[in-house]
């Protein structure tokens, strides 16, 4: 009964001694701002908002205080004050002509590499695989160089990071799987060339995501990074290595799950530093048979990874 009668009472205020001449300008608002409005009255932020009082002396409370219990329409957003943006540079430091243009050449690199990986799409499309994969590995040469030119250059940003990032996922994400996919074609079913170089690609963005947020190691990779497994296949197939279809297929799946593995992985620097008789071998094997001395490479390279981590629990 209470209710109701409020109710009838909002009601009779609203339509009893109103004629259709006498209509005041807020009934024509709307309802937002007549919600808004009786809000402002009944907790009395009408008073707080004058310019000479900045506290109800009745209550000893502020602006802020008030507006924080104040219920919020339904119907109606919170008002929020808009900050004004501010623009991030994307070259951090001193914007002189010369560290332009230099940030300008190692961006150029990325972009290279981003428009190699899509030559090489368009050349898979056309049956050219092998020239796509000569693309490819053009792509990972780039990706190296506009790293070392960031890092020589002292031009490195959160911008070219990124953009690398996405020059990858296209090179090395999406490219390499394509020649991988058109190199297969007739070899092995169509369903499983096309599982296992999708299987690629979603790993690629894995890793590549993955990198990006996780710290940094001086020592291994963890998982096996996403250049090297694209340079693997873009070699693979340059180089036609003759194994089974079913065989190659296998091998691009274990690649993808390698990528996105916690296995460690060592890195170039620390491969450079191996004792130099320990280079005589791959170099005399490519002598004597470069197809089967990459295959024996690159699968003493994937065993590493197990075999480091299996190490460094039974040290820890």
Request: proline residues 7%; glycine residues 8%.
């Amino acid at each position: 009964m209470r209710r109701s009668s409020t109710f009838a009472r909002q009601v009779l205020l609203v339509r009893v001694g109103r004629r259709d001449g006498d209509l005041h300008p807020t009934d024509l608002a709307p309802t937002e701002h007549r919600y808004a409005d009786r809000q402002r009255r009944r907790y009395g932020l009408d008073r707080l908002s004058r310019p000479t009082l900045g506290v109800d002396p009745t209550l000893g409370l502020d602006r802020a205080d008030v507006e924080a219990v104040m219920p919020v329409s339904p119907a109606m957003p919170p008002m929020t004050q808009t900050d004004e943006a501010h623009t991030i540079p994307l070259l951090p430091g001193e914007r002189t002509m010369a560290r332009r243009m230099k940030f300008g050449l190692v961006n150029a690199c990325t972009l290279a590499s981003l428009m190699l990986g899509m030559l090489a799409i368009f050349l898979a499309m056309q049956g050219e695989v092998r020239m796509a994969a000569l693309c490819l590995i053009a792509c990972v040469g780039f990706d190296g160089l506009d790293g070392a030119l960031a890092r020589r250059l002292g031009v490195a940003s959160p911008f070219g990071a990124q953009m690398d990032s996405l020059a990858d996922m296209c090179s090395f994400g999406l490219a390499a799987p394509v020649v991988v996919y058109a190199s297969l074609a007739g070899s092995v079913s169509t369903a499983a060339a096309a599982v296992a170089c999708a299987l690629v690609a979603a790993c690629a963005a894995i890793r590549l995501a993955r990198f990006n947020v996780s710290p940094k190691d001086g020592r291994f990779f963890c998982g096996v990074p996403t250049t090297m497994a694209a340079a693997v296949l873009a070699v693979t197939v340059a180089i036609g290595l003759p194994v089974p279809g079913a065989v190659l297929v296998a091998g691009v799946a274990l690649l993808a799950f390698a990528m996105v593995s916690s296995f460690p992985y060592a890195k170039l620097a620390r491969l450079v530093k191996l004792p130099p008789w320990l280079w005589l071998a791959p170099v005399i094997g490519a002598l004597v048979d470069i197809r089967l001395t990459f295959a024996l490479i690159v699968v003493g390279y994937l065993v590493s990874g197990p075999v480091l981590w299996l190490r460094q629990r039974r040290t820890a």
